[in-house]
C-alpha cells in the first residue's frame, strides 16, 4: 500500500490521503473543487464540476493511471438539478466504455462546494 500526494490536487484537509494504490489499484479521496494553487473554489456548478474532475484527474494521473482506466466513480452532489451539467462534463473527462458510476444527491459538502467525485483506477 503506497499514499499518494499531489500538488496538482487540493490537499487532504483532514486525517486522510488524496489517494492509496494496493497493487495496481488507485482509491482516491473525494475531490471538490479546490484550485490546488490558489485554494480558491470556482463560482457556479459548471465551473466547480471541471475543477473537480481535472483535480480527479491529476490525482489519478500522479499514481500512474489514466482516466481510460477509470473502474468506478461516485458522484456527490448537492443539487440534482445540477445533473445534466456535471453530466456534460463529466463526460468530457471520460471515453466509452465510460466507468461503473453512483450519483448522489447529498445535503452538504466540504466547504460548501456543489460537487465531490471520487474514483477507482487501474494503474
Known amino acids: 500500500m503506497n499514499v499518494i500526494k499531489t500538488d496538482?490536487?487540493?490537499a487532504a484537509i483532514g486525517p486522510y490521503s488524496q489517494?492509496?494504490?494496493l497493487g495496481d489499484?488507485?482509491?482516491?479521496?473525494?475531490?471538490?473543487p479546490?484550485?490546488?494553487?490558489?485554494?480558491?473554489?470556482?463560482e457556479g456548478v459548471k465551473a466547480q464540476a471541471e475543477q473537480a474532475f481535472s483535480n480527479?484527474?491529476?490525482l489519478i494521473e500522479a499514481?500512474?493511471?489514466?482516466?481510460a482506466n477509470v473502474i468506478k466513480t461516485t458522484v456527490f452532489i448537492k443539487n440534482m438539478e445540477d445533473f445534466a451539467?456535471?453530466?456534460?462534463?463529466?463526460?468530457?473527462y471520460f471515453e466509452a466504455p465510460y466507468p461503473a458510476r453512483s450519483c448522489v444527491?447529498?445535503?452538504?459538502?466540504?466547504?460548501?462546494?456543489?460537487?465531490e467525485v471520487e474514483a477507482v483506477a487501474k494503474i
Not at 499514481?63 to 482516466?67: A, C, D
Not at 451539467?85 to 468530457?92: C, D, F, G, L, P
Open 8 to 10: 496538482k490536487a487540493p
Open 19 to 21: 489517494a492509496i494504490t
Open 25 to 32: 489499484m488507485v482509491f482516491t479521496s473525494g475531490q471538490i
Open 34 to 42: 479546490v484550485n490546488p494553487e490558489t485554494g480558491e473554489i470556482p
Open 56 to 58: 480527479l484527474k491529476n
Open 63 to 67: 499514481s500512474g493511471g489514466k482516466m
Open 85 to 92: 451539467t456535471i453530466n456534460e462534463i463529466y463526460a468530457s
Open 105 to 115: 444527491e447529498v445535503a452538504r459538502l466540504p466547504k460548501d462546494v456543489l460537487l
